[in-house]
């Protein structure tokens, strides 16, 4: 897995119409975490936090691509 970065956080969070605290919660990571992350104070994630919340978004249909790869389904991406 590729590491996780606050913009992928954020625009997942967006697309599932997901607040903080629901991410929080459904992935067992502290709100001061996840906040200080995406803020930026906080410019990486543990391990297992990382783990934790790209799985759960994953398990809400969410896809994380690399450069170059094709989503399997609909979805919204950035353009160069």
């Known amino acids: 897995m590729r590491v996780l970065s606050k913009e992928d956080c954020t625009a ?3 697309y599932l119409n997901w ?3 629901d991410l929080a919660e459904a992935a067992g990571v ?4 996840l906040r200080s992350f995406e803020s ?3 410019k990486t994630l543990s391990a297992s936090n990382q783990t ?5 978004l994953e ?11 094709v989503a399997a ?5 950035m353009k160069e």
């Open 19 to 21: 607040k903080a605290d």
């Open 12 to 14: 997942a969070k967006a």
């Open 73 to 77: 389904w609909p979805g919204v991406a």
């Open 52 to 56: 934790a919340i790209a799985s759960t």
């Open 30 to 33: 502290s709100i001061d975490t």
């Open 40 to 42: 930026g104070r906080n």
């Open 59 to 69: 398990a809400q249909g969410i896809q994380f691509l690399e450069d170059g790869q």
